[in-house]
């Protein structure tokens, strides 16, 4: 707990800043990135549920650890907080300034309106069976026995669900360029040597003409590689406009952003749809493969879990309506014990009171997602992995509904994630298509730490798992 000096401030005295480590800012950073969980961890213990972080070059970071302060940082979005311009300089280059994720205000609004459409009810649950064959096919070629690890062989699933019901791209020659381009580019985007870069030296390198013919630079490689992808992607934007009528009647993601028009009647870009379709690779691609990882690495370690997802699968029973079957609750679970992202900032344009506090305009605000995740007092036991706790009956409704409101693995408010649903189904379908075909038992007993890999948390050794046929005839 706080002490008193940290406690938070009465309604009558002026208020002071967040508590905070007093070390210097390089020693945070490198307690971050040497055990991130732990340097959190360690924040909220010391100072409780707010604190402030403070790294080298950048402004101090406020993060807060429950539900409900989580709530006042997400209704900055209403106010003084802008999380598009607080991406823009870390992941500007790859998705695009044009993107969602790096757009405030009525820009991020208009393309909001446009991208939901495709993105949510019946046109995402019309992929399903799409994404029921891609996993078949990849758990069919697995070996059989040995150890293997599964956020490659997730990454290899969700790769295809984004060029084939995102992308909506079926010619094979494509689909095989696609294939070895767009893990070249994510991987050139997240290295070292490029994330290191500041960002205005960055941003000079990715424009000079001069810098860019030097091979060796990583600026100038990634150049190349996000050249190649996007000529594929113009192209493909020109064949659906150039068939409007077809475009418009077409199921991927793609070809509904070419048919979408505004409330005054004006399409998206070519820009503007190619740095969308880019977000939702970004997005969509290793988070989803990651998030579907762990979750397995969690099942694996979780016989009761496993048995029972198991028994609902085979057993073909279905949920009635508006309750949660217990697949759906063991992805929420996953999501829940081991979140895939470390925050969701806001850089601040004005003052803004969270918790007591008033933050500073130029700050960073962050609701701390595996925080918020671990609060035992939305999730009891928060270390246990445990899907029950989504699911009325096996808990209190009361129990249930707090677990339910403090759940942010897609952040929340109104900048809560549009491809949420997407992910949602892809995990789902993947854990269903694979638990039918085959049998998972974890390679080696103990659990797999946290390794933080770009910006997101994946399992230590991938996801070793030992994969074998299932002999109870569930794959059919």
Same mark, same amino acid.
Request: hydrophobic share 45%.
């Given at each position: 707990?706080?002490?008193?000096?940290?406690?938070?401030?009465?309604?009558?005295?002026?208020?002071?800043?967040?508590?905070?480590?007093?070390?210097?800012?390089?020693?945070?950073?490198?307690?971050?990135?040497?055990?991130?969980?732990?340097?959190?961890?360690?924040?909220?213990?010391?100072?409780?549920?707010?604190?402030?972080?403070?790294?080298?070059?950048?402004?101090?970071?406020?993060?807060?650890? !429950?539900?409900?302060? @989580?709530? #006042?940082?997400?209704?900055?979005?209403?106010g003084p907080g802008r999380a598009g311009e607080m991406r823009r300089a870390f992941i500007g280059p790859l998705v695009g300034e044009e993107s969602l994720l790096c757009l405030d205000g009525e820009p991020w609004w208009?393309?909001?309106?446009?991208?939901?459409?495709?993105?949510?009810? =019946?046109?995402?649950?019309?992929?399903?069976?799409?994404? +029921?064959?891609?996993? +078949?096919? #990849?758990?069919? =070629?697995?070996?059989?026995?040995?150890?293997?690890?599964?956020?490659?062989?997730?990454?290899?699933?969700?790769?295809?669900?984004?060029?084939?019901?995102?992308?909506?791209?079926?010619?094979?020659?494509?689909?095989?360029?696609?294939?070895?381009?767009?893990?070249?580019?994510?991987?050139?985007?997240?290295?070292?040597?490029?994330?290191?870069?500041?960002? /205005?030296?960055?941003?000079?390198?990715?424009?000079?003409?001069?810098?860019?013919?030097?091979?060796?630079?990583?600026?100038?490689?990634?150049?190349?590689?996000?050249?190649?992808?996007?000529?594929?992607?113009?192209?493909?934007?020109?064949?659906?406009? +150039?068939?409007?009528?077809?475009? @418009?009647?077409?199921?991927?993601v793609l070809s509904q952003l070419v048919a979408a028009r505004d409330e005054d009647g004006e399409p998206l870009t070519g820009r503007e749809i190619r740095d969308e379709l880019m977000t939702l690779l970004a997005a969509?691609?290793?988070?989803?493969?990651?998030?579907?990882?762990?979750?397995?690495?969690?099942?694996?370690?979780?016989?009761?879990?496993?048995?029972?997802?198991?028994?609902?699968?085979?057993?073909?029973?279905?949920?009635?309506?508006?309750? !949660?079957?217990?697949?759906?609750?063991?992805?929420?679970?996953?999501?829940?014990?081991?979140?895939?992202?470390?925050?969701?900032?806001?850089?601040?344009?004005?003052?803004?009171?969270?918790?007591?506090?008033?933050?500073?305009?130029?700050?960073?605000?962050?609701?701390?997602?595996?925080?918020?995740?671990?609060?035992?007092?939305a999730f009891p036991s928060p270390e246990r992995f445990r899907p029950e706790r989504f699911i009325a009956g096996a808990s209190s409704p009361e129990a249930v509904a707090r677990a339910n409101r403090a759940w942010i693995?897609?952040?929340?408010?109104?900048?809560?994630?549009?491809?949420?649903?997407?992910?949602?189904?892809?995990?789902?379908?993947?854990?269903?298509?694979?638990?039918?075909?085959?049998?998972?038992?974890?390679?080696?007993?103990?659990?797999?730490?946290?390794?933080?890999? /770009?910006?997101?948390?994946?399992?230590?050794?991938?996801?070793?798992?030992?994969?074998?046929?299932?002999?109870?005839?569930?794959?059919?």
């Amino acid at each position: 707990m706080p002490s008193a000096a940290h406690a938070s401030p009465s309604s009558g005295a002026s208020a002071p800043l967040p508590p905070g480590f007093r070390v210097p800012p390089a020693v945070q950073v490198a307690r971050l990135m040497a055990d991130p969980l732990g340097f959190y961890e360690a924040g909220r213990r010391r100072f409780g549920p707010i604190f402030t972080l403070r790294y080298p070059g950048l402004p101090p970071e406020v993060c807060v650890a !429950t539900p409900e302060l @989580a709530e #006042e940082v997400f209704a900055t979005d209403g106010g003084p907080g802008r999380a598009g311009e607080m991406r823009r300089a870390f992941i500007g280059p790859l998705v695009g300034e044009e993107s969602l994720l790096c757009l405030d205000g009525e820009p991020w609004w208009r393309h909001r309106r446009l991208v939901s459409p495709p993105l949510h009810g =019946r046109a995402v649950a019309a992929w399903a069976d799409r994404i +029921a064959a891609i996993a +078949a096919a #990849e758990a069919g =070629r697995w070996p059989v026995g040995v150890a293997m690890p599964l956020r490659p062989a997730m990454e290899r699933i969700t790769l295809e669900v984004i060029m084939r019901v995102v992308f909506g791209i079926e010619d094979a020659r494509r689909l095989g360029a696609l294939r070895v381009l767009l893990p070249r580019l994510m991987r050139l985007a997240g290295s070292a040597a490029l994330v290191r870069i500041p960002p /205005n030296a960055r941003e000079r390198a990715l424009a000079s003409p001069l810098l860019l013919r030097a091979g060796a630079l990583p600026t100038t490689r990634y150049v190349r590689a996000r050249d190649e992808v996007d000529a594929i992607l113009y192209d493909e934007i020109a064949r659906r406009r +150039a068939d409007p009528d077809a475009a @418009a009647g077409a199921p991927d993601v793609l070809s509904q952003l070419v048919a979408a028009r505004d409330e005054d009647g004006e399409p998206l870009t070519g820009r503007e749809i190619r740095d969308e379709l880019m977000t939702l690779l970004a997005a969509g691609h290793e988070t989803t493969a990651t998030s579907l990882a762990w979750t397995f690495e969690r099942l694996v370690r979780t016989p009761h879990a496993m048995d029972a997802l198991v028994t609902e699968l085979t057993s073909g029973a279905t949920s009635a309506r508006g309750e !949660t079957s217990y697949l759906e609750a063991v992805v929420k679970e996953g999501l829940r014990a081991r979140p895939v992202v470390l925050g969701a900032p806001r850089l601040l344009d004005d003052t803004a009171k969270i918790g007591g506090y008033e933050i500073p305009a130029g700050w960073y605000l962050s609701a701390s997602i595996p925080l918020v995740l671990s609060d035992p007092e939305a999730f009891p036991s928060p270390e246990r992995f445990r899907p029950e706790r989504f699911i009325a009956g096996a808990s209190s409704p009361e129990a249930v509904a707090r677990a339910n409101r403090a759940w942010i693995p897609f952040g929340g408010g109104r900048r809560y994630c549009a491809g949420a649903q997407l992910a949602l189904l892809e995990m789902r379908v993947v854990l269903a298509e694979v638990l039918r075909r085959v049998t998972l038992t974890a390679a080696r007993p103990e659990d797999e730490k946290r390794r933080l890999k /770009n910006v997101t948390l994946v399992p230590g050794r991938s996801g070793l798992v030992i994969a074998r046929p299932r002999s109870d005839g569930a794959s059919g």
